[in-house]
């Protein structure tokens, strides 16, 4: 596959840990490690969670109140060539932000060895040479549309234009300390987001405080939010 898919090729994903560990698994990602249903954000169920928690993937409605909070964000960190965290902006590849925050996860852990050598040539080239060496990977293309089909739901024409957003959220080591790091290819963003230094060390309950602060408050009765957890 040696061009870029069409954007309407790249249907959105169910928010299922199912199908992002199936998702995973055929880049590689070993049998200890899983994606599982985060089921709130007090503490009594993060602490549900087994430890540890390597990344966390977050579905969300793009609702305006939420685009105008994110898009008064920022400024990202900056990206280039062998920069880190690898950071992939999500151009001409339809609905696959889903498929992105999998990535944006397993290119910070290392958890994928099937993606190796498909995040070394991202490493090495401009941000903005990225998307098509994602868009053009037989792996990611097809791993893809092997998840689509994974899931319960029914792919439907109307999905195109009402799916919510998917995003994924990562520790990283800045200056000697660990930030939270929030990973989205999304338009409202040019590069990843230091959400600040971690206040407890763990992961999900960083995340848990970002999500209730940025997107809860601005979601308003929008119940279209869930998260899941790559543990093992």
């Known amino acids: 596959m040696d061009e870029i898919q069409h954007p309407r090729e790249w249907y959105p994903l169910e928010s299922s840990p199912e199908v992002f560990t199936h998702l995973a698994r055929q880049w590689g990602l070993a049998e200890q490690y899983s994606f599982i249903d985060v089921l709130g954000l007090d503490p009594e169920l993060i602490s549900l969670v087994p430890k540890p928690v390597h990344g966390v993937i977050f579905l969300f409605p793009d609702t305006p109140e939420i685009v105008k909070k994110r898009t008064g964000e920022g400024p990202c960190m ?3 060539p062998k920069i880190e ?3 992939i902006p999500q151009v001409d590849v339809g609905h696959s932000c889903g498929t992105f925050a999998l990535v944006h996860i397993l290119g910070q852990t290392g958890l994928a060895s099937g993606l190796n050598e498909f995040f ?3 490493r090495e080239a401009q941000p903005a040479e990225r998307p098509k060496l994602f868009g053009s990977s037989p792996m990611i293309y097809k791993a893809h549309h092997s998840a689509i089909t994974a899931g319960q739901t029914l792919i439907r024409p109307e999905d195109w234009d009402e799916c919510d957003h998917f995003l994924s959220f990562v520790h990283h080591e800045i200056d000697g300390k660990i930030h939270l790091v929030e990973l989205d ?5 040019n590069g990843p987001l230091d959400r600040g230094e971690t206040q ?3 992961l999900l309950e960083d995340v848990a405080s970002a999500v209730k602060e940025v997107y809860l408050t601005a979601g308003g009765e929008s119940l279209h939010f869930s998260m899941i957890a790559l543990v093992g």
């Open 85 to 87: 965290p690898l950071w």
């Open 185 to 189: 290819g999304n338009i409202s963003r």
């Open 200 to 202: 407890s060390g763990d």
């Open 120 to 122: 070394k040539s991202c």
């Open 78 to 80: 900056p990206v280039g």
